[in-house]
C-alpha cells in the first residue's frame, strides 16, 4: 500500500476507510464493523470518522472494530464547528476518546470552519497534543483563503491535512488549493471519492475497469491517488466493496485511461467556491 508523508514525515496509508452513515442503525452495526475489519485486514488501517456521523454513533462502530489493533491503526475524527472553541474542543475530543475506547487520537480535523476564530481552535487543538489526547491536528472544507489565514495565526503552521471534496466529477481544488497545500507539504484527505456512487455509473469507468481487470469505484480511487501528497478515504459498509476498493492501491491508470477521463470529466478552467457537502 502506497503511503502519504504528513508535514512531520510521518507516514500514513494513501488509502483509508470513511464511516459517515455508520452507527446510525443498531441492525448495521456487525456488518459495519466487519467492513472496516475487512478494510484493516487489506491494510487501510487509516480510518476517518467524526463527533457528527451518526451523533458519536460511528465512532462507537469503530472503537468495536479496532479492539486488539489499536497500535496497527491511524484514526482521524473531526469536531463540529460549534464545539471548536478553546474549551468546547477538548470536551468534544474526550468524548469522542470515550466513544472509540482510546487514549489518542491520531489526527484531529475541524469539520468546517464556523463562528469560532482560527486562532482559538488552533490554540485547543495545540493543547490537547499537548496533554497527549491527540498526535496531530488538521481541518477540513477550508478554501485557498481560509488556509492562508490559518498559515497566518500563531502555530497555524502546524496544520497536518486539509480533508475536502475531490473526485472525477468534481476538480475544483485541482485549480488552486491543491497545488497550495502540495507547495506548503500538506497532503489532501480526498473526501467522497466515489462521489458518493454517483460517478459509478459513468461507462468509462467501466472500461477502463474492464481493461485492468478491476471495478468502476476501483478506477475512481485510483484517479484521485495518482496524486503523490492525496489521501483518499472511501466508504463502504459492505467488506466485498470494501475489497473492490482496496485494489485502488495497485491500479495503476495509464496514459490513455487518463486521457479518457480527462475527456468525460474536465479539469476547472478557473477559479470555482471550494464545492463541500
Ligand atoms: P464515497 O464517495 O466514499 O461513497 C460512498 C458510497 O459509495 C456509499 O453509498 C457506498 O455504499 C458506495 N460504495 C462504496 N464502495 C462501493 C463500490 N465498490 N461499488 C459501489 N458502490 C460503493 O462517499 P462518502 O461521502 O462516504 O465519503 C467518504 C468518507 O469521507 C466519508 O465516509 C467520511 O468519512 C468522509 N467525508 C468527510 C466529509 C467532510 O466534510 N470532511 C464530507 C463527506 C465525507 P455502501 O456503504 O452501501 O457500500
Not at 148 to 162: F, I, K
Not at 227 to 244: G, L, M, N, T, Y
Request: aromatic fraction near 6%; include cysteine; proline fraction near 5%.
Amino acid at each position: 500500500m502506497r503511503t502519504v508523508k504528513l508535514p512531520d514525515g510521518e507516514t500514513v496509508q494513501a488509502l483509508g476507510l470513511g464511516t459517515w452513515h455508520m452507527g446510525e442503525r443498531g441492525s448495521e452495526h456487525d456488518r459495519e464493523v466487519n467492513a472496516l475489519k475487512a478494510g484493516m485486514d487489506l491494510g487501510m488501517t487509516l480510518i476517518d470518522t467524526a463527533e457528527m456521523y451518526g451523533e458519536g454513533g460511528a465512532e462507537e462502530v469503530v472503537g468495536d472494530a479496532i479492539q486488539g489493533r489499536r497500535d496497527n491503526v491511524f484514526i482521524v475524527s473531526k469536531v463540529y464547528p460549534h464545539n471548536a472553541s478553546r474549551r468546547g474542543a477538548i470536551a468534544a475530543c474526550e468524548r469522542s476518546l470515550k466513544r472509540m475506547r482510546i487514549e489518542t487520537i491520531d489526527l484531529y480535523l475541524l469539520h468546517w470552519r464556523g463562528g469560532v476564530p482560527l486562532s482559538e481552535t488552533v490554540e485547543a487543538f495545540e493543547q490537547l497534543k499537548s496533554e497527549g489526547k491527540i498526535r496531530h491536528w488538521g481541518v477540513s472544507n477550508l478554501d485557498a483563503g481560509d488556509m492562508n489565514e490559518l498559515h497566518n495565526v500563531e502555530s497555524g503552521n502546524n496544520c497536518a491535512t486539509n480533508q475536502v471534496l475531490y473526485h472525477l466529477g468534481e476538480r475544483g481544488i485541482e485549480w488552486d488549493l491543491l497545488p497550495d497545500c502540495a507547495a506548503a507539504k500538506i497532503p489532501v484527505m480526498a473526501y467522497s471519492p466515489l462521489g458518493q456512487g454517483a460517478i459509478l455509473f459513468e461507462p468509462a469507468l467501466q472500461q477502463i475497469g474492464d481493461k485492468h481487470g478491476a471495478t468502476p469505484a476501483a478506477v475512481a480511487i485510483a484517479w484521485v491517488m495518482r496524486h503523490e501528497h492525496v489521501i483518499a478515504i472511501p466508504k463502504s459498509s459492505d467488506a466485498e466493496r470494501v475489497r473492490q476498493n482496496a485494489a485502488a492501491s495497485d491500479l495503476k491508470l495509464d496514459a490513455e485511461d487518463l486521457a479518457l477521463l480527462e475527456d468525460v470529466f474536465p479539469p476547472p478552467n478557473g477559479p470555482s467556491r471550494l464545492a463541500i457537502l
